[in-house]
């Protein structure tokens, strides 16, 4: 029998990785697998493995390293982390969904959502940063000139446009999923969903009328994303910077998205942005339940359901969803 190669030695031996950064130094709280991916995650942010056998899958280069990458810059101490990408892990399982369901595609799509979400959140905060600094910068006294000199927030615009983009990417990918669960859902986007939840023999739960509360919303961000990419008289967003109000108080930076289906009057710029991602995190969290809870395939004849944990039952606090079985005065964990 020969001797292994040097590089099969190194390859097949055990082996250890320091997942830190020279900004998170935070604990590792799980590890996941995304469409045959491997990620750390830590409370701090969300790190790819990939093993020297996945870039060298020969085995030609002995110096090829393992390496790691950090795909999120938010970790499991982000409540709305575990509302996403840790509710995606949690219930989409290729050993409770039917085999119909595409789960790695779907599980893809959950760390697009997720980098969205981070992306926007990005905006939001270097804007209500920005914002903040500039407000501290200045003396906002009369002087005897009668004059004031305002803050200025450079951008606001752009950054809107690159918010909206963001925001409607993420949900752009939360509709590829819905596809996943329910193919005769396309051109007729959001409303369709809401048909074919409707054709459904058995009303299992009350999905039709959160697809009716939640369409709003959505059509909303589509329409903004449409307003700031292309602009016109009856569709545009317009934004101003700090002013002074007729009654003497200092107005932080506003925007306003003039539509015809879904307009938005002024309001505080940092306030919409935060309000979105908000119910963005929300809806993606609601959605995952739902689709889920109707494919699941038939277990030994166990009732096997999505259903809301209490945070005593949680393996995660910010992981509501997960399958159990009701009993008569419980839910078992299932999976």
Known sequence: MTDKRPIDRLRDGAGSLEVKTPDDDSAITGMLTFGGRLYAVKERGIYEIKLADQ?????KNIHVPNTIQRVLPYGSA????????????ELLKKEVL????DVDRAKSLVLEIAQNIASAKEVLKAFSDSQRIEFEKYDLKIKQDRSVMLPSVSGIANKCKEFFQ???????????IVKIFYPLVSKGGWESLKKEVGKESTQIDNFTEVIENILPFLQFVRNARNCVEHPRIEQ????TDFTISPDNQLLPPLIEVIHPKTPQPQVPVVDLMSQVVTSIVDIVEIMLA???NRQIQPIAGFPVQVHEFPKNQRRTESV????????????????
């Open 55 to 59: 870039i060298d899958p020969e085995r």
């Open 166 to 176: 963001k925001s409607d990417h993420a949900l752009d990918s939360l509709f590829k």
């Open 236 to 239: 545009k967003i317009t934004t």
């Open 290 to 292: 739902f689709l889920c």
């Open 98 to 101: 039917n085999k119909s369901i």
């Open 320 to 335: 509501k969803y997960g399958y159990g079985i009701a009993t008569e005065n419980n839910i078992i964990r299932f999976g």
């Open 78 to 89: 982000e409540p709305w982390v575990g509302s996403v990408l840790l509710t995606g892990h």
